[in-house]
């Protein structure tokens, strides 16, 4: 499966629900049993198949964000940091961002699934997640 932008990302960051420059997010490991749907899948409690194993705690990591304006493109670049999760033991086939509000998961914004194009295993060490390229928001 591609890496996806969920459809309700755009409205929340339009209608106020989210902003993506100062607000807190996550990114959670999901097993490549998790089927993501970009148009109906709007909150954390829609992710199904979260990685279970030592070294890594539900619910995933913090995650910190850049936002970019670039006028020159007519865009706006979102970057995410690495992430990582010490002493893993854990198979994972990719990384579901969200906006963490601290509460119930049904709370919780969906920003993006980014596909690692296959599982990706650590036994006892260091599991990371270097992100490539930007969200990139394109008019």
Do not use: C
């Not at 499966?1 to 459809?7: E, N």
């Not at 619910?59 to 690495?82: H, I, L, M, Q, S």
Request: hydrophobic share 35%; no cysteine; charged share 20%.
């Amino acid at each position: 499966m591609a890496s996806i932008i969920y459809d309700s990302y755009a409205y929340d960051a339009l209608t106020g629900a989210i902003d993506t420059d100062t607000d807190t997010f996550y990114g959670m490991l999901v097993t490549s049993t998790y089927a993501p749907n970009k148009k109906t899948h709007t909150k954390r409690s829609d992710v199904t198949n979260e990685v279970v194993g030592a070294g890594y705690t539900a619910g995933g990591a913090e995650v910190g964000v850049t936002v970019t304006n670039d006028t020159a493109n007519d865009r706006v670049d979102v970057e995410f940091d690495n992430v990582s999760w010490t002493g893993a033991t854990i198979t994972a086939r990719a990384i579901v961002i969200y906006k963490r509000r601290g509460g119930a998961d049904t709370a919780d914004e969906l920003v993006a699934y980014v596909d690692f194009g296959s599982n990706v295993s650590s036994t006892n060490a260091a599991f990371a997640v270097t992100f490539s390229s930007p969200l990139r928001l394109q008019n």
